[in-house]
């Protein structure tokens, strides 16, 4: 049986990456594979996008999805300057980042508002686990208040919310879903990348290693028992009005915006 | 009287920071430029807006020396709060013109005085309330005239040059000249030496341009589409020149859309990072800073080298440490953006050593970027950027641009997809890319600072690593025979030879012809980019002694140059070294050099 194609005349195949290096049962691997889908399924060509990150766990993931796709993986919270050098360089790509709470909430907040501010026209993808994993667990700056690390300690600073945070700066596409909750998040990601402006998206991406057990509010159990869909979410691309005039007895064949056809007769 | 003097003085200007002064000293260079007369001017401002002591220093020679001097022979004391101080200045028998109310306590005894009442003119005789602060300072532009005999045809060029096009600017200006050249005419009779005569032969078919002008249309010749930068002091010029440039010259003229893209980053870190964003994406990009903002692009320039993206980097180099003195110059930059970020990183170091040079290599660092595929560093500094320098035109660009090893999609089709972002096919350290957009199956690949393999695939590997760090330095290698050579000039056949680089060079001629004069001439050796040439170990070998001047405490390129050669020839190089944030005067390599050189054969 042959791949089902998109409408750009691609398998779902073709928006796979190298494999994974993550732990098994990463948020981030859950994401990416809702990354692959909604690309897939919104027939992006690959040599359109443009995958950037930062540095951390959630940064090394645009190596993982859309392999013919060009990606920049950059330093540290300075991937929104090099979306927007290359945004600007080409405004035919469609820029997809990547990033992570310690490499967004952190040393990354200054460029984060900046690109909101600037209305930066890329998505921006938060894969949000409250912890430092690859430096072995360390609270990051959305970590809430009173959560406890792995190994016992507790947080007393208030966390960052990169969505409040947005949306005091006037972003107009902000949302917030969960690794675990598909449904959500592909219809998201479509708006996202469909969304003309800065679209960011934070989701809730537990860590399996560091930062999934009893007292982390950002564990699996915790964002299950914890998550409130406010809104069913799907995504419907916008297009124009198909408007059809003709006369009584006569057939139309109307050519629809994915390439499929309909064929009218009035009846007298 | 004495002897005249004509055509040979330094006037300097002390007035108050944010009084309109400058205008007033521009109207005068202007005035003596167009008499034909070669000047040299240096602006040396405070780190302020309005308020603090600021001077200008006026040089003019029969020859056109265009480095400092440190003699002053005309003092226009315009600033009360430093007028015992600027006296100091003033060699013997030279003319000080003074507001009337300073005090004469403790003055002396060997300068000629104008006492000038400014302040009762500027009230009396100027109208306009609105700009008498600033008309003021015209009326001590016509009592320069009056003492050295500038024609008023002459200001008034300067006046019109300096208003291209507003007519109602030009008259008061050139009113409140007149105020000032009256008053002279009426109350003194001439005292002094200094003269300034027409001239033909040295300022025909030159200009008058800073050196960030300059580059800033290097930079759009050289076919820049996205720049971003942040301000500082002494290199927000460059961008705000680009944009001024860009609205006359990239703003199409039908559409009005903006065919580049220049922002104003939240810092020095975005500034750098778009840049190299663009750049990766295909644009020629650059970003322009001082020594405070490379130090905050230093992780980024890593990634530029590593990665291998190129940027073209800006450094109009000030006195540090840290803030330093924010409105003085300096080389000090230099070894620091050679080496820039951890790691094992070497750079392509452009170091232009006049204004037409920071035109023309602000043009080609976009070449070198794009063949090299690396983060290439013009360096300049707040001399060469900020002051005013006599120049030849530039030269319209006569060969299109190099955009390097860059692989289109027939390139792919031709290669059936095969190839690898980091193979070293030619043997040359320089390897292939290809630019986001490019409508190929096999084009995209994956950039990082991590480590990475041929074909870009992320490799902790040690013999991957090292390959690639050897092939980065082999490349550096291919770079470093095709950067613009030094400059040599051995026609003394003298066995001491000078090697120096940037805005140093205005002082090594000069100081070279008073060498010469002596009877003890010097070869020179002008770098003129980093890594050195084989060229600079050549010229050592021909010469007994080598002295490396340069504008830095610490002899930065003094150590590159012993590092670059055999060990024999070490010892025949020496060094002086300049770092008081005032342009190296003639001076500072002639004393040394007098004294050192002057043991008999």
Redesign the interface.
Known sequence: MSATLNHVGLPRDAYKG?AT?LCAGCGHNSITNHMIKALYELGI????L?K?SGIGCSSKT??YF??????????HG?M???????????R??IMLGVSGDGDTASIGL??FL?MIR?NVDCTYIIEDNGTYGLTKGQFSATADLGSVQKKGAVNTFQPIDPCAVALTLGCSFVARSFSGDGKQVVPLIKAAIAHRGTAILDIISPCVTFNDHDGSTKSYSWVKDHEESIADVSFIPFFEEVHVDYEPGTIRDVELHDGSHIVLKKLG | MTQQIINDLTIQAATVNGSGSQTANLVLTRAIFHMGIPVAPKNVFPSNIEGLPTWYQLRVTPEGHMARSDKVDILVAFNPGTWHQDLKTVRPGGVVIHEEVFSTADVRSDVTYYPVPFAKLAKSKIQNDTLRKQLANMIYVGVVAGVLGIPLEALEHGVKRQFNSKPKAVQVNVEAIKVGHDYWQDNFSKKDPYRLEPMTGKVEGKVLVDGNQAAALGALMGGVTVAAWYPITPSSSVCENLIAYSERFRTDPKTGEKLISIVQAEDELAAVGMAIGAGWAGARAMTSTSGPGISLMAEFVGLGYYAEVPVVIFDIQRIGPSTGLPTRTSHADVAFAFNLSHGDTRHIVLLPGTVEECYEFARDAFDYADRFQTPVFMLSDLDLGMNLWMTPEFKYPDKPFDRGKVLSKADLERLAGEWGRYRDVDGDGVTYRTLPGTDHPAAGYFTRGSGHDEFARYTEGAEAYQRNMDRLARKLETARHLLPAPVVDESTGASTGVIAFGSTHAAVVEAREALAAAGKPVDYLRLRALPLSDEVAAFVSRHERVYVVEQNRDGQVFDLVRLALPSMLVDRVRSIRHYNGQPIPAAAITEPLMQTEAVPA
Do not use: D, I, K, Y
Not at chain 1, 66 to 75: L, S
Not at chain 1, 80 to 90: R, Y
């Open positions: 190298a290096t060509e690959p040599h359109r443009a950037m645009p190596a859309v392999e013919a796709a060009h990606g920049f993986n950059g330093v300075r929104p300057s090099l979306t927007t050098g290359a945004q600007l360089a080409n035919q790509l200054g460029q900046h600037r």
